[in-house]
Nanobody, 125 residues
Framework: QVQLVESGGDLVQPGGSLRLSCATSGFTLDYNVIGWFRQARGTEREGVSCSSSDGITLYADSVKGRFTMSRDNAKKTVYLQMNSLKPEDTGVYFC???????????????????WGQGTQVTVSS
């Protein structure tokens, strides 16, 4: 059974940092693209970053230079290090997986086969 479980969301002040984790099971992380998405209340789900097993990692312009995505295939876990957080980073963060795609741009949300339940990130003073 494929599962993705996010954790690490919290309330943080502007300028602060958080590290989100996405623990995976039921599939081989090596052969999958993992994406991070976020959704603020009343808005559509937005792609944040994505990575492939061959080392390609891509970011949305809004988070470039502040967020870093990494993966530990041995632990079957994907991370999203978020620095210099802004109030506009607030939302529920989701990880998702898709197999069989080559990264030149991050796949749209509709292509991802499995999703986690999300973790809440709130950036506020």
């Amino acid at each position: 059974q494929v599962q993705l479980v996010e954790s690490g969301g919290d309330l943080v002040q502007p300028g602060g940092s958080l590290r989100l984790s996405c623990a995976t099971s039921g599939f081989t992380l090596d052969y999958n693209v993992i994406g991070w998405f976020r959704q603020a209340r009343g808005t559509e789900r937005e792609g944040v970053s994505c990575s492939s097993s061959d080392g390609i990692t891509l970011y949305a312009d809004s988070v470039k230079g502040r967020f870093t995505m990494s993966r530990d295939n041995a632990k079957k876990t994907v991370y999203l290090q978020m620095n210099s957080l802004k109030p506009e980073d607030t939302g529920v963060y989701f990880c998702a997986r898709v197999a069989g795609v080559t990264l030149d741009t991050c796949p749209p949300a509709s292509l991802y086969a499995n999703w986690g339940q999300g973790t809440q990130v709130t950036v506020s003073s």
